[in-house]
Nanobody, 123 residues
Framework: QVHLVESGGGLVQTGGSLRLSCAAS????????MGWYRQAPGKQRELVAD???????NYADSVKGRFTISRDNAKNTVYLQMNSLKPEDTAVYYC?????????????????WGQGTQVTVSS
């Protein structure tokens, strides 16, 4: 089993900053892309940013220049530094990881999600 545990959400004023962390643990053979998604009330879940194992990154247009994704492969951890936060960034943020596990002498690629952490930006 693989678990993703997120931390760092909370309440912040417009223009403030937060840093989210997500640590993966369990029977991990390899982690490929890790990413952050968010879901606001009444809206679909959307990609915020993701980062490949080699470090290449991808951002939603709405967060470019304000958010930075990074990862520590030795710790199986991904971070999201969020600056210049806006009320429209309010959402539940979910961590995602593409994980390869070794099971019964075979490799299996699976998608895992964290439980979500609430980010609220007050105006």
């Amino acid at each position: 089993q693989v678990h993703l545990v997120e931390s760092g959400g909370g309440l912040v004023q417009t223009g403030g900053s937060l840093r989210l962390s997500c640590a993966a643990s369990g029977s991990i053979f390899r982690i490929d892309t890790m990413g952050w998604y968010r879901q606001a009330p009444g809206k679909q879940r959307e990609l915020v940013a993701d980062i490949a194992s080699g470090g290449s990154t991808n951002y939603a247009d709405s967060v470019k220049g304000r958010f930075t994704i990074s990862r520590d492969n030795a710790k199986n951890t991904v971070y999201l530094q969020m600056n210049s936060l806006k009320p429209e960034d309010t959402a539940v943020y979910y961590c995602n990881a593409e994980v390869t596990i070794l099971q019964m002498d075979q490799l299996h690629g699976l998608d895992y999600w964290g439980q979500g952490t609430q980010v609220t930006v007050s105006s």
